[in-house]
């Protein structure tokens, strides 16, 4: 319908898991300590089992997130739910019960029932003092708990976190921590290894926090800006050789302050640059670093207005020499390595450890009542060492950020596809305006029929594209995870979340070959054969799964592939491969979708093949099947984007061609649309301004124009048909 617009990627909605901290404790042999002190009644409140443990490090890490595992949350064992007494424990004299309310509040805050009553107790004006509290410990389990607070509470948190001033306290901690780690250089090595340690954790949370804030809030952005926050967090990616998921987390954080931003592109400088040019340039090739450059390239993508006119062929080579680098790795094989060597790594540590615990045994152990506390340590050790997730376990750790790495490299080449979109106020003053036909026939003239062209891509990017055979790459990742590997993870509950991210890939790479087909000519995507080879690889995808209604994101996404791809065959006059039946199935089921994505594109599939077939003989039946498909949608879907595609896919059909004219009339298309006419105009007055955006009702408009042209034509049709 009009313009077909590709989504720039964003972070997914966060979806928290806890984590027993209690659990962690025992795994890495340490017990509860016994408290005298004021902290005592919170801790024999966890030991009766009253409260479980998180904080803000422990979360499942989201699509765009960086690595870090779970793991347990400092030397805090305890977590006890926010009540009034707790609440008030936050401003307790005791730093260790300060330090346990706030582990307390960062589990309370995974649970999205909780959050307006905690807004209610003024959670976050309690917190943001705290992230200033004279104790590290304080500060870091203050700062976790932010984290997930703004992590789960979406825009209207966030938003709301910003009118509470938590900007404040965060940007005043980010210029401490900075300044700390500059003057612990000076303190001696053994204090100066703890001290970093500390304050690079506290930085980590923080710069996580002020992610989270930021992609939510256009206010916090603004105050990213003012307070000069670009030097403190590049300061933080300079270490990246001694801490790289610091480095990582800032790398978050400035592609999401980066993007669309353009008083913020002022401040970068030189040594700015270089900093941001060492770090996706490093030579460290774990899969970490991959991660660290992948985005650290996405944000120079997103400051290519400010690079020099003759170096941008070299950044944007530079750019996609990375992600080719880091999407040409399997995945799934990666996956199963990994998984291998944590097997052998815990079985080796298993044996070490009987080996230890039987030559003690043989020195210490005289009777049978002191033999049996060893073996009874030992078992529950081993168990504990197979179940959980401790900092130690690296190869979770390098397959996650490969997965990511491989996951932002997809979302970047989309957006570098993506055109730069008309502001809000240049939509809506188009959209408002009285002569918003003779723009929309204005417009159709110069450019052939297309709205506004909904892709565009520079020679640069187009020659460095071809050159590392980013295609190819990119359609090798839609074919569905390794099985072995799917498998593997099934069986293990820390591994397991890693089916979702591949899966994610997949998507990913399905929408960013929708992209490269929109806009890369037929010879550089290997001609017409590859093309139909590449028909025939969705169809096999999709019709491979009985089930693949119920897979939104995936139908969605495979569904724009062969979108694109399908008006590219049409386009060029290449044979469609689909079978009407296949069609059929896949419009069926996907015009019943919750999704309006997946509506709009099985409406459009099923225009561009209905206009194909109208050229051709022998297609009245079928074309007869499509017309009444699209007016039952156009008249009944209870979205206007999909009543206007289905309407757009109507007049493709039935534009042309002597079927097309004998099944217009034989399914009374006329009457039809002229009873609905005023329906849709109506409906776009009354729903318009309040449910849809700017570019929407634009091309809305463009359709409401087209309706009323293509209903004259088709009097004119009926009637030299009927007479």
Not at 83 to 106: D, I, K, M, N, Y
């Amino acid at each position: 319908m009009g313009k077909s617009r590709t989504k720039r990627f964003k972070r997914p909605q966060f979806s928290p898991t806890g984590d027993c901290q209690a659990e962690a404790a025992a795994a890495n042999g340490t017990e509860p300590e016994e408290d005298d002190g004021p902290a005592a009644e919170l801790l024999e409140k966890v030991r009766r089992g009253l409260a479980g443990a998180a904080w803000g490090g422990v979360r499942e890490q989201a699509a765009r997130r960086g690595p870090e595992p779970c793991r347990a949350p400092l030397r805090v064992r305890s977590a006890v739910p926010l009540t009034t007494c707790s609440a008030l424990q936050l401003q307790h004299p005791s730093a260790e019960v300060r330090e346990c309310a706030c582990a307390g509040l960062a589990r309370l805050v995974q649970q999205r029932p909780v959050l307006p009553g905690l807004a209610r107790r003024d959670a976050v004006r309690r917190l943001g003092p705290l992230l200033l509290d004279p104790s590290l410990a304080v500060r870091e389990t203050a700062a976790g708990a932010l984290r997930n607070l703004s992590a789960c509470g979406g825009f209207e948190v966030c938003d709301d976190m910003v009118t509470k001033d938590i900007m404040t306290p965060l940007v005043a901690l980010l210029k401490e921590c900075s300044t700390g780690l500059d003057s612990n250089e000076m303190s001696p090595q053994k204090k100066k290894d703890q001290n970093r340690n500390s304050i690079e954790n506290i930085a980590n949370e923080a710069i996580n926090v002020l992610w989270n804030i930021c992609e939510c809030s256009s206010r916090a952005v603004s105050i990213f800006n003012k307070e000069g926050c670009l030097e403190i967090v590049l300061k933080y990616l300079s270490r990246f050789s001694t801490n790289v998921d610091l480095a990582i987390s800032v790398a978050y954080c400035l592609q999401t302050v980066t993007e669309d931003n353009p008083e913020l592109l002022k401040s970068f400088s030189t040594p700015a640059l270089h900093v941001l040019e060492s770090a996706m340039l490093s030579p460290v090739n774990s899969m970490e670093y991959f991660l660290l450059k992948t985005l650290v390239a996405g944000t120079i993508w997103n400051l290519k207005d400010i690079i020099p006119s003759k170096s941008q062929a070299e950044v944007i080579n530079a750019i996609l020499k990375i992600l080719s680098e880091v999407l040409e790795m399997d995945a799934g094989e990666t996956v199963i390595q990994m998984k291998e060597a944590e097997t052998q790594r815990i079985k080796t540590a298993a044996e070490t450890e009987d080996t230890l615990q039987n030559a003690n045994g043989d020195d210490l152990v005289e009777d049978d009542e002191m033999e049996e506390i060893p073996h009874r340590r030992k078992v529950r050790r081993k168990t504990f060492i197979s179940d959980l997730l401790p900092p130690t376990d690296k190869e979770l750790r390098e397959a996650v950020a490969l997965l990511a790495a491989q996951q932002t490299a997809l979302e970047t080449i989309v957006n570098m596809c993506c055109s730069e979109d008309p502001t809000d106020d240049e939509w809506e003053e188009l959209s408002s305006s009285d002569e918003s036909d003779a723009f929309m026939e204005s417009s159709l003239g110069d450019c052939g029929g297309q709205l506004l062209s909904p892709l565009c891509l520079s020679h640069e990017v187009h020659t460095a594209l071809t050159h590392h055979l980013l295609p190819k790459k990119i359609f090798d990742k839609t074919a569905f995870p390794n099985s072995i590997a799917v498998d593997v993870c099934s069986r293990n509950p820390t591994w397991k979340p890693l089916i979702r991210k591949m899966n994610t890939i997949q998507c990913r790479a399905l929408v960013c070959l929708q992209s490269l087909v929109s806009l890369l000519d037929v010879d550089h995507l290997g001609g017409p054969a590859a093309l139909q080879t590449l028909a025939q690889h969705l169809s096999q995808l999709l019709f491979s799964q009985p089930d693949f209604a119920k897979h939104v994101d995936f139908l969605e996404a495979i569904s724009s592939a062969l979108r694109a791809l399908l008006q590219t065959m049409a386009s060029k006059n290449i044979p469609q491969c689909m079978t009407p039946d296949q069609l059929m199935t896949l419009c069926t089921a996907g015009v019943h979708s919750s999704n309006v994505g997946v509506r709009v594109n099985v409406v459009s599939i099923l225009g561009i093949t209905g206009s194909v077939l109208a050229k051709e003989d022998g297609t009245l039946d079928t074309l007869k099947t499509i017309g009444y498909f699209l007016l039952e949608v156009a008249t009944k879907d209870p979205c206007l984007v999909v009543a206007g595609e289905a309407l757009d896919a109507l007049f493709d059909v039935f534009a042309d061609g002597k079927e097309a004219e004998m099944a217009s009339v034989q399914i009374k298309l006329l009457s039809t649309l002229k009873e609905f006419q005023p329906v849709f105009k109506m409906k776009m007055r009354k729903e318009g301004r309040t449910k849809y955006s700017p570019d929407q009702l634009c091309v809305l408009d463009n359709v409401k124009m087209n309706l009323r042209r293509f209903v004259a034509y088709q009097e004119i049709v009926e009637k030299r048909l009927t007479t």
